[in-house]
């Protein structure tokens, strides 16, 4: 279905004595001017054969759109069905559709890899469930939803990474495996060599110490502030926690920055705004048919909230006005606010619905409520934390921070009062 690794070949040495130049869809549907000797490669996302024209559709997975081919009809052939791979050389033409802007002539069709339609899952003209799609690894990116969620991944991942790098930030790549459970609260996958329990009797660990998969970078991140004044890191971590939500995945990757020499939350508060909507604007200005797809058939509501949040400044409460909000709803809550309890996801919604639908900083938690690290903020009977939490709208939570704690007497008597004090040694 995917042309064999003779098919390469060929196409390797086709392409060798070939004076066209290669284009990637995108790139063709994007071109200002008309071009002579164009190469695009794809796949087939559908086939009509008229009598004195046939017209195909590719895709190569650069662009939610498919770049629309005019050949003759005896270019045509047997093995040039919906999915197979082809190379289409020709002159770039503008097309007279008002849907594109370009499309390919061609002069040669070449099918690299046929596909037989029959045994072949996907299916033309039907529009798979995603439960479906999922049965198939191979195939599931082809495609429009997870084409498209794929892209729009691809491109906050390199805005994320571009504005850490524009500001000053170096980019640390913290360890995968570790022996320290960054937040203590105990959800890790354990690692051992996989034959060691069989060889030996007594069960030694592969590093002398229990190992994990790490749940954080943090403290590797904070070692490296003590050197360098902007860090950040962006990699897979994994949560051995047995919950079946999205907002509880076993592996994701997480982003996560140190500041040096800051002693203002407004200052963390601030990254974290200007990332937000710097990687957001860029998305949607790089992949504009892939959000409108989301926008279209899975999230309605979310354009406009996208809108609303790059135009207006993020609201900030403290966790103290968000627990009287909640108190003075009308709502009912399945969870009871009081203080000193943990804002649950209802809690958040509402308090973003509450404050216009744009997002919310939640500022100064309780001091119990936050892992050890957090700077006590020395504020009486209900203490807390120079804490954050930024809500919004349709999700809740989406990151946090806080200042750390700096102050050596103050990290020793919460980490003896906590029983980590070994651990953290």
């Known amino acids: ?19 066209a130049v290669r284009l990637r869809v995108r790139e063709a549907l994007g071109a200002r001017e008309p071009a ?43 093995d040039l069905t919906f999915g197979s791979a082809v190379e289409v050389e020709g002159k770039l033409v503008k097309s007279p559709h008002r849907m594109q802007n370009m ?28 439960e479906y ?8 990116c082809r495609n429009n939803t997870l084409g498209s969620l794929l892209r729009i991944r691809s491109e906050a991942t390199a805005a994320i990474h571009s504005f850490f790098q524009d500001n000053g930030y170096v980019h640390i790549h913290t360890p995968i495996i570790t022996s320290n459970d960054c937040e203590g609260a105990g959800e890790l996958f354990q690692i051992e060599a996989s034959n060691e329990a069989r060889e030996s009797a007594e069960k030694t660990h592969f590093f002398n110490v229990p190992a994990f998969l790490t749940v954080s970078g943090q403290l590797h991140l904070e070692v490296m502030a003590g050197a360098f004044t902007h860090v950040f890191t962006f ?11 999205r907002r509880h995945l076993a ?24 990332l937000v909507k710097t990687a957001t604007s860029t998305v949607l ?57 943990d804002l649950q996801t209802e809690h958040e919604k509402y308090l973003v619905k509450h404050c216009g639908e744009v997002p919310v900083f939640v500022i100064n938690y309780p001091y119990d409520l936050k892992p050890f690290y957090m700077r006590d903020n020395e504020d009486g009977s209900q203490r807390t934390v120079a804490a954050v939490d930024l809500l919004v709208p349709g999700i809740g939570e989406l990151c946090g921070g806080s200042l750390r704690e700096e102050r050596l007497p103050f990290l020793e008597s919460r980490l003896q009062r906590l029983g980590l004090a070994d651990t953290y040694q």
């Open 251 to 274: 592996e994701f990757y997480m982003v996560e920055a140190e500041l040096s020499f800051t002693e203002n939350l407004q200052d963390v508060m601030q990254v974290i705004e200007d």
């Open 235 to 245: 990699g897979p971590t994994f949560r051995a926690e047995n919950s079946q939500s």
């Open 103 to 130: 499309e390919l002539k061609a002069e040669t069709i070449r099918v690299v890899g046929p596909c037989d339609t029959w045994s072949f899952p996907l299916k033309m003209k039907e529009r798979h469930p995603l």
């Open 36 to 78: 002579d000797e164009v190469k695009v490669q794809g796949w087939v996302r559908s086939v009509r054969a008229q009598k004195e024209v046939l017209f195909l559709h590719i895709n190569d997975g650069s662009s939610l759109e498919n770049l629309q081919v005019v050949a003759d009809p005896s270019l045509e052939n047997r």
């Open 133 to 140: 799609i999922r049965q198939f690894p191979h195939l599931r």
């Open 285 to 341: 200005s790089r992949c504009p048919c892939d959000v409108e797809l989301f926008h279209k058939y899975v999230a309605p509501a979310q354009k406009d909230r996208l809108e609303q949040m790059l135009k207006n400044k993020f609201v900030t409460i403290s966790y103290n006005e968000a627990v009287e909000i909640l108190k003075q709803a009308s709502q009912t809550f399945a969870f009871k606010p009081e203080w000193g309890c």
């Open 1 to 19: 279905m995917l042309g064999a690794r003779g098919g390469w070949q060929a196409l390797r040495r086709c392409s060798s004595l070939s004076r």
